[in-house]
């Protein structure tokens, strides 16, 4: 029956519980179907592509869902297959079925924690932060992944008013006929990518000093520099687990806005 610790260095109850304590059963829930129907369509994809610049874009996508159920040994085995794969090469032998082996073992996993709505969630983490509903600051998240889009706006929507666009273009639209406090923008979008997107945010006068802040799920040495050096106000890797970090960087630069 206790097979927690064994499973521990591979999945992380933890982060079914935080979203547990971040939503309730129905974010849990949301975000296991949710991850459980991408998953399958991306497995399928992936094992029929013979492309590795699209096998590359595949093992992104599912690597950000992945860390955000906490499925950390298969967020690892996508990651390994998305390096190996992004400069064209094809993947090592063995590793697509790998992946979808272990996808197969967190399938069981997801399900059986869905089954089992009792749970133990953590203890509040004392929430101290005051939520003035009168004067929300409005944030404009920019971001193509649905499961990620659903996780930031339970995290954020009690705090800030979130204005959801799904890619750079419909964004920039939006953007301009409603500005935000503060922008998230993923950097990693098909189509205009999000360093496109902020250049054309600086490029209207009206919007030069309106706070933007990176969010990649591809963390490298020297990112952060990157970013900043491009015009970006601050950098955050997803996905976000840590409510204290993007809530102090949100508020530092709104603050900072206001002077
Ligand atoms: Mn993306």
Not at 38 to 46: C, E, H, K, N, P
Not at 53 to 75: E, F, N, P, W, Y
Not at 112 to 131: K, Q, V, Y
């Amino acid at each position: 029956m206790d097979k927690g610790h064994s499973e521990s260095s591979r999945r992380d109850p933890a982060q079914l519980e935080t979203l547990f304590q971040q939503g309730g059963q129905v974010l849990l829930a949301s975000m296991c179907e949710s991850f459980l129907e991408r998953s399958g369509q991306r497995l399928a994809a992936l094992s029929a592509s013979t492309d590795p610049a699209a096998m590359a874009r595949i093992c992104h996508d599912l690597k950000t869902s992945c860390r955000i159920v906490g499925a950390r040994h298969l967020a690892q085995l996508c990651e390994t297959l998305e390096y190996a794969t992004e400069n064209g090469s094809p993947p090592p032998a063995g590793a697509v079925q790998e992946l979808n082996e272990e996808y197969l073992q967190v399938r069981d996993w997801l399900e059986e924690r869905l089954r089992s709505p009792a749970a133990t969630a953590p203890e509040e983490d004392a929430s101290d932060r005051p939520e003035d509903t009168n004067k929300q600051p409005v944030i404009a998240l920019v971001e193509d992944n649905p499961d990620n889009r659903l996780l930031m706006s339970v995290i954020l929507g009690q705090t800030y008013g979130i204005t959801e666009y799904t890619s750079g273009e419909k964004a920039l639209q939006g953007i301009s006929n409603s500005l935000p406090d503060l922008v998230l923008l993923d950097v990693s979008l098909p189509g205009m990518d999000g360093l496109d997107v902020l250049k054309a945010l600086r490029e209207d006068e009206a919007l030069v000093k309106l706070p933007v802040v990176a969010l990649t799920a591809h963390a490298m040495h020297g990112d952060r520099e990157r970013f900043l050096e491009a015009g970006f106000d601050e950098y955050i890797s997803k996905p976000i687990v840590d409510e204290q970090l993007i809530f102090d960087i949100i508020d530092g630069l709104l603050g900072r806005s206001e002077q």
